[in-house]
């Protein structure tokens, strides 16, 4: 903003607005003050060191959503899992042919129903972990907060529940008759 000097009937540029009502204007004053600053490197003069820029929480909020996502992961089962718990049935299938009944049914069902259990343990383990960093984290916004605290308690539940399964304390298997 231009002001009119009253004793000199003059514009005078001393006197300016600190906030420019345009972008145009901020953008001015951005690439005066780097040119003003790239002046003064030339010139030897000290360079000011910039303000540290206070954390955004971007990084605290993924991590806490992928917290939460891996905890509801390890409860409903993974791709993963499933692949991992298809190979057991096919090894056991391999393996138990020629064998007791007792034998066919560990090898078949119970070898992939802990392979399940151990996979879906591992992602609810990840999720446990990834949400005590996040809560570990200084000055994290309350959502943040609130995912990460989602995201341990579905970790947390799931890793009982596969430890449960993998025991065969919910569900044991079949026996032979």
């Given at each position: 903003m231009r002001l009119m000097n009253p004793r000199t009937d003059q514009i005078d540029d001393t006197t300016a607005d600190t906030t420019k009502d345009t972008a145009a204007g901020l953008l001015d004053e951005e690439f005066q003050d780097e040119a003003d600053a790239g002046s003064d490197d030339e010139q030897g003069g000290e360079i000011e060191a910039a303000a540290?820029?206070?954390?955004?929480?971007?990084?605290?909020?993924?991590?806490a959503v992928v917290s939460a996502g891996l905890g509801l992961a390890a409860l409903t089962?993974?791709?993963?899992?499933?692949?991992?718990?298809?190979?057991?049935?096919?090894?056991?299938?391999?393996?138990?042919?020629?064998?007791?009944?007792?034998?066919?049914?560990?090898?078949i069902y119970g070898d992939a129903w802990h392979t399940t259990a151990l996979v879906n343990g591992v992602f609810a383990l990840l999720a446990l972990i990834t949400a005590v960093v996040v809560l570990t984290r200084p000055r994290r916004p309350a959502w943040v907060r609130a995912v990460a605290v989602a995201g341990a308690v579905l970790g947390g539940i799931g890793l009982l529940l596969s430890a449960g399964m993998y025991a065969d304390l919910f569900l044991s298997l079949p026996t032979a008759a």
């Open positions: 540290p820029v206070a954390p955004s929480g971007v990084g605290t909020g993924a991590a089962g993974t791709w993963v899992g499933k692949i991992a718990s298809e190979r057991e049935t096919l090894i056991g299938q391999i393996k138990a042919q020629g064998g007791t009944a007792a034998q066919q049914i560990s090898e």
